[in-house]
Nanobody
Framework: QVQLVESGGGTVKAGGSLSLSCTPS????????MAWYRQAPGKQRELVAG???????EYSDSVKGRTTISRDDAKNILLLQMNSLEPADTAVYYC?????????????WGPGTQVTVSS
């Protein structure tokens, strides 16, 4: 079973920055897609940013321009750099890894890390 370990969450003031990291229990290179999702209280989980092999990163409109997702295969880590944070960014952030075989897709989720942005 694949495990994803997230870190870097915490409390920051509006306008500040945070960097989240996700380390999978096996080589990050084995995953077709890595992504960050978030879920705020009372809301559905939503995609924040994703990065797939051979493609440009994708961002939700709400974070575009102030967020950068990157994957370092050599260090086996997925990063999410968030700048100009807003109270609306407050949520639990989840790392997701997608592996693909010839017959199906396997989705793996981390336990989540809390990000709180105070006004």
């Amino acid at each position: 079973q694949v495990q994803l370990v997230e870190s870097g969450g915490g409390t920051v003031k509006a306008g500040g920055s945070l960097s989240l990291s996700c380390t999978p229990s096996r080589s990050i290179g084995s995953f077709m897609t890595m992504a960050w999702y978030r879920q705020a209280p009372g809301k559905q989980r939503e995609l924040v940013a994703g990065i797939s092999r051979g493609r440009s990163p994708e961002y939700s409109d709400s974070v575009k321009g102030r967020t950068t997702i990157s994957r370092d295969d050599a260090k086996n880590i997925l990063l999410l750099q968030m700048n100009s944070l807003e109270p609306a960014d407050t949520a639990v952030y989840y790392c997701k890894a997608v592996a693909v075989s010839s017959i199906r897709e396997y989705d793996y989720w981390g336990p989540g890390t809390q990000v709180t942005v105070s006004s």
